[in-house]
């Protein structure tokens, strides 16, 4: 059963807009979040992420948000460019010292087309 | 150039036959993982290791095993592939854990089993 879930499948943005991306989770033990941007034939980057004692992460044009209480995280990119054109792979894992095992569960990715 | 390796890139092999996927890390990482991608799943965690000698299950471990005898390499082994294990598999590897450290991504390993 997938404990993170990304609903989108696919985003098209126009160049210079907001592009957000959702992704829920199920899994109240998780307490960190990442986000990875994966382009054609290449492994996955890392992006961005979020402990749960935040609600919010800014990095650049990189912003992630957090909503605990609705199980839900979203990735804002401001200005949206072409070369953010990729998949976007949200993450959770759950504390070590919690769970004993350090998973990473992955959502099923959303593909991001900016249009110049 | 700090990196992961993966080999082979491209694979075809049939089913029943054993195979390695080699990846190796230059960053003196502690942690290494194993995952594979597939359409409408995302990727999933098959092993990680925590250091030498220390591996355990991620999300779908089943038909795969690892080995991690020295810090730098981590090959994942499918000792009898089946058609259902043909996927795109990602290697990485991180300084202190994966979940709240960055990972490093080797370029994958595309695999069919026929």
Redesign the interface.
Known sequence: D?Q?K?NSPSLSVQEGRISILNCDYTNSMFD?F?WYKKYP??????LI?ISSIKDKNEDGRFTVFLNKSAKHLSLHIVPSQPGDSAVY?C?A??D?SQTG?????????TRLTVIP | EAQ?TQNPRYLITVTGKKLTVTCSQNMNHE?M?W?RQDP??????IY?S?NVEVT?K??VPEGYKVSRKEKRNFPLILESPSPNQTSLY?C?SSLW????D???????TRLTVL
């Open positions: 997938q993170v990304q960190y990442l034939a290449e492994g996955p980057t890392f992420s792979f993450a894992s759950a070590i095992a350090n998973n990473l569960f992955f959502g099923t990715g | 992961v942690y993982s995952y409408g799943l995302g990727l999933r965690q990680y925590m355990d991620g999300d990602f990485a854990g994966f979940s709240t960055t990972q490093y991504f080797g370029p994958g």
